[in-house]
């Protein structure tokens, strides 16, 4: 957990002193220009759980949240429930808040998806199984064009 209660400071602090693969929270990156820009650079992922920051008051509603300009800056961040039981949420409801409250689109869930397959902790030949049964099954599954 950093860049939750603790500003930007605390996840530079993670990235340089503990050398993380990724950052669980990391919601006030968006304070430092020059970490955003690191972030986006290095593609060290950021667990984003949009509901838990909402009821913790990271932020104060949802659309203060930053993780779609995040997306748009290509950080890797990824979609996560915290703790499901404190928060009352899943990591269902964490997409339906998304599309709900962010206007997320059909592309936006696809990349928060393969970002989280990308920097999960599977082998690269696992990665790439499920990256392809994943792109596979999306497209399969799109609603027919009009």
């Not at 820009?37 to 009821?55: F, G, R, Y």
């Not at 997409?95 to 928060?112: A, G, M, P, R, W």
């Not at 397959?117 to 027919?144: C, G, R």
């Amino acid at each position: 957990h950093a860049g939750e209660v603790a500003g930007p400071e605390s996840v530079w602090s993670v990235i340089n002193d503990l050398e993380v693969e990724r950052v669980g929270h990391g919601v006030r990156s968006s304070e430092d220009p020059n970490l955003v820009a690191h972030l986006a650079e290095t593609k060290i992922p950021l667990e984003m759980c949009p509901i838990s920051n909402l009821k913790t008051g990271v932020v104060s509603s949802l659309s203060d949240h930053p993780i779609m300009k995040f997306l748009e800056q290509d950080i890797m961040v990824t979609i996560n429930s915290d703790d499901p039981t404190l928060f009352n949420t899943s990591l269902t409801q964490e997409f339906i808040v998304l599309i709900d409250e962010l206007d997320v689109s059909l592309d936006d869930f696809k990349k928060l998806t393969l970002n989280a397959i990308e920097s999960s902790f599977m082998t690269d030949d696992e990665k790439k199984k499920f990256l392809l049964e994943f792109e596979t099954e999306f497209e399969n599954d799109l609603p027919p064009e009009n």
